[in-house]
């Protein structure tokens, strides 16, 4: 069914549509959750709370994103807010990291000054001589997980749903409420943190 279809069911109070979208959504919703939050337990939690958002908020809901966007807007503030009370004794100013700080060291570019100005000095490593096993084992997995969740707030929440979940430009734009131009450069500059991170890790993996 249509966004107005199954809107309509859950004001209906809809046993069957109520299931069939809490068992659909539910792996992506703990997966997202789980970039703020310290364990799997309190992700689990967080997707409770939104859902009793979610049912208490549907008379709200106007269509103007799709339903999807909405419960994930309502996801993210939960679990944002969660990860802050986790974080509380932590100094506000370092939960706010830079987000004018480069997904990749200024070092790795030619500067102004020269020719190709811009352009890569040092370009990334390409991971060909990697064993595959390596790139796609459970330690890779958890090394990109970490990584992503070590970024600054809005880096790590358009890298985990335009890389992690699939989700277009427009999805994440209209659920972050940013712009196109600013969506590209976080997610730029996330890919470039969470690189880094990857090829100092397969640097050890490949045999000279």
Known sequence: MDDRELVDALRAKDEAAFRDVVVGYHPAMIRVASYYVSSRAVAEEVVQETWLAV????????????????????????????????HRTVPFSSLEADEHTPGVPGERFQPPSDRWAGHWSEPPTPWTDVPAACLEGNETRTLIFDAIRSLPPQQREVIALRDVEGWSSEEVCSALAISDGNQRILLQRARGKVRSVLEQNFAHAVTP
């Open 55 to 86: 049912v208490k908020g549907l008379d709200k809901f106007e269509g103007r994103s799709s339903f999807k966007t909405w419960v994930f807007t309502i996801l993210s503030n939960q679990a944002r807010s969660r990860g802050a009370r986790e």
